[in-house]
């Protein structure tokens, strides 16, 4: 009995250890893709942007979301996962929607992608930064970003007039 205890204990065990890795292993592979996504829809705002802030944001959104594909693929690495090499369907279908806007409306509609964007990864970053291990450590350094991120959005979607 004592024996059935035991390895019913260690299965347990194992069983809770391989479900924190998956949780880490699957919030990793959609924050590399999501990084992706970032980047690609950075370099688009230049592009097909009106307003220098826009251009600008969208500036930020390419470097700080390089440099944090970075940091994801070295926590990846730490936690076994193979990380994905682009973004997922859905997110290329946005960029597709986005990429036939350009001026104002583009400015408006990328504005308003990224605040609901933004609002759904903190979230998902705040709940993956309770890991105990890289993928944890990687999204509690990025909510901060996230945060700056979201407040710029914020406030290109309340800029009625394009700038210059």
């Known amino acids: 009995m004592k024996v059935l205890s035991i390895t019913a204990f260690v299965l347990l065990l194992v069983s809770s250890a391989h479900a924190a890795e998956s949780t880490s292993q699957r919030f990793l592979k959609k924050a590399i893709e999501g990084n992706y996504a970032e980047v690609k829809m950075g370099q688009l705002a230049q592009q097909n942007g009106q307003s220098d802030d826009v251009k600008k944001y969208g500036q930020m959104l390419s470097h700080d979301h390089s440099d944090a594909?970075?940091?994801?693929?070295?926590?990846?690495?730490?936690?076994?996962?193979?990380?994905?090499?682009?973004?997922?369907?859905?997110?290329?279908?946005?960029?597709?929607?986005?990429?036939?806007?350009?001026?104002?409306?583009?400015?408006?509609?990328?504005?308003?992608?990224?605040?609901?964007?933004?609002?759904?990864?903190?979230?998902?970053?705040?709940?993956?930064?309770?890991?105990?291990?890289?993928?944890?450590?990687?999204?509690?350094?990025?909510?901060?970003?996230?945060?700056?991120?979201?407040?710029?959005?914020?406030?290109?979607?309340?800029?009625?007039?394009?700038?210059?």
């Open 69 to 164: 594909n970075e940091k994801a693929m070295d926590a990846a690495k730490s936690v076994s996962v193979t990380p994905p090499d682009g973004p997922n369907a859905k997110q290329k279908s946005d960029y597709e929607k986005m990429a036939k806007m350009t001026g104002a409306k583009f400015d408006q509609e990328f504005a308003r992608h990224m605040v609901a964007d933004h609002q759904k990864d903190i979230a998902e970053y705040k709940k993956a930064a309770k890991q105990s291990d890289a993928a944890g450590e990687y999204a509690k350094a990025q909510i901060p970003v996230l945060q700056e991120h979201l407040d710029t959005a914020k406030s290109l979607t309340s800029k009625k007039t394009p700038g210059r």
